[in-house]
Nanobody, 125 residues
Framework: VQLQASGGGLVQAGGSLRLSCTASGLAFSRYSMGWFRQAAGKEREFVAGMNWSCGLTAYADSVKGRFTMSRNNAKNTVYLQMDSLKPEDTAIYYC???????????????????WGQGTQVTVSS
């Protein structure tokens, strides 16, 4: 299984980026996909997730209204559209995949079956 994340970069505060994560080696439509991030010196945190069965989407409070997650099962790819970026969004962003479906606070648990290699997002003030 491989999760290849891309789309990170350097952007000014208020700008936008779109992250992509393309999966291979798994039955993509049967996997709940997610995004986590880890800033320097901080713990890894949940950002967004989407269940495989119904497309239910969850977001961390810190990104609600600014980030939008979507998936294209035909392309085995999930996206994270990040708008109105803030310096505190600076982190390495990781894509995840899991056969489980998540509800409520379960999204925040940091255990997932598969993790991608991460892509750096830097937001300058």
């Amino acid at each position: 299984v491989q999760l290849q994340a891309s789309g990170g970069g350097l952007v000014q505060a208020g700008g936008s980026l779109r992250l992509s994560c393309t999966a291979s080696g798994l039955a993509f439509s049967r996997y709940s996909m997610g995004w986590f991030r880890q800033a320097a010196g901080k713990e890894r945190e949940f950002v967004a997730g989407m269940n495989w069965s119904c497309g239910l989407t969850a977001y961390a409070d810190s990104v609600k209204g600014r980030f939008t997650m979507s998936r294209n099962n035909a392309k085995n790819t999930v996206y994270l559209q990040m708008d109105s970026l803030k310096p505190e969004d600076t982190a390495i962003y990781y894509c995840t995949a899991d056969t489980r479906r998540f509800v409520g606070s379960a999204w925040n648990t940091g255990v997932r079956e598969y993790w991608g290699q991460g892509t750096q997002v830097t937001v300058s003030s």
